[in-house]
């Protein structure tokens, strides 16, 4: 009865003496592909960083450099993995690695339709693409700055502290507003004089104003300019249109047009210009006396309220204006 157990025992031992056996045999190849690896992956970041420094040295291109980089990297990675197996004795391996990826490529497309028209889209935009690195930009309904581009996507960074990666494929397909690729921007804001002011007055000392501020840019292809935009029902509606710079679109620029709203209203006061609010009137028909409207907050300033006085016979129609 102990003869079948000796025999399981011998034939156990036997298999683990020939994995053993196969094992040492194996090993100088499985030294040599783990040395592939770790050469290939030297190797490739070495050449990746310096294809990015000259890449960057030649172009001033950080995001197409940085991308290049980084492809340059996974390709000798990719390589070293596949001389390993060969190294190794795996070369079935790797062999059936290329036969199922090849077998497969339809269904991976599909699987992985939207990976791969981001790749290939990112790819596009590190060669052709209609912004640059710190660039401000609107792409969608997303406004900020360019921070990075991946593989896979754009990353920006609002304006208000967040962090937004767009697929390359929505970059590629969608409008890109870039607002600072020449450096300037046109601001413009409307504001109302009084139906009394004169009006040629009023824009050139609107026109003054821009002039005294330093950060408005005036030359032969940034004109600044002043136009009558409306006839409102208080106020002969002036609109000024006035160019900045957009470098620091997020800071400097809006600090600029605030500047401007504030310099040119009291520049319009101090010269005696008037800007009234808007003035409602409130008719009362037939035999109405009395206004109906009461005035219920102490802060408001009741010298605005006028009353016109009216023939008291029954066809009169009072009016009372604010």
């Known amino acids: 009865m102990y003869l079948p157990l000796l ?4 034939t156990i031992s036997d298999v683990f003496t020939n994995y053993y056996i196969n094992f040492l045999d194996k090993l100088p190849g499985i030294v040599w592909g783990v040395l592939i690896i770790v050469l290939g992956l030297l190797l490739g970041a070495s050449i990746g960083n310096f294809a990015r420094l000259r890449i960057f040295a030649r172009t001033a291109d950080p995001l197409m450099s940085k991308f290049l980089g980084k492809a340059i990297k996974i390709t000798f990675f990719i390589i070293s993995v596949m001389l390993a197996l060969q190294a190794a004795g795996l070369g079935g391996i790797a062999t059936g690695i290329l036969t199922a990826a090849g077998a497969s490529a339809v269904i991976l497309g599909f699987a992985f339709k939207d990976i791969g028209e981001n790749f290939i889209a990112g ?10 690195v710190e660039d401000t930009v609107e792409i969608g309904n997303n406004f900020g700055k360019v921070k990075a581009l991946e593989f896979r996507y754009t990353k920006l960074k609002t304006f208000d502290g967040k962090d937004v990666y767009i697929p390359n494929s929505d970059v590629l397909t ?6 600072t690729e020449d450096g300037f921007f046109r601001w413009s804001f409307i504001i109302g004089i009084a139906y009394e002011d004169n009006i040629d007055g009023a824009k050139q000392v609107i026109l003054e104003t821009l002039r005294k501020e330093p950060n ?10 002043v136009i009558e935009d409306e006839l409102a029902t208080s106020t002969v509606n002036l609109k000024v249109f006035f160019w900045v710079d957009t470098k620091d679109f997020r800071r400097m620029a809006l600090i600029t047009k605030g500047n401007v709203v504030r310099n040119v209203k009291e520049a319009l006061e101090q010269n005696g210009y008037y800007m009234p609010a808007d003035i409602q009137e409130i008719k009362l028909y037939g035999a109405a006396k009395d206004s109906p409207l009461r005035i219920e907050n102490s802060h408001l300033d009741t010298s605005v309220l006028r009353q016109k006085d009216t ?4 066809d009169s129609k009072p009016n009372t204006t604010i």
Do not use: C, G, M, W
């Open 174 to 179: 969608t409008p890109v507003t870039n607002y």
């Open 216 to 225: 408005v840019i005036e030359d032969l292809n940034h004109e600044n300019f």
């Open 311 to 314: 023939p008291s016979d029954s």
């Open 123 to 132: 790819i596009i935009l590190a060669f052709n693409r209609p912004f640059n």
């Open 7 to 10: 025999q399981d025992a011998k």
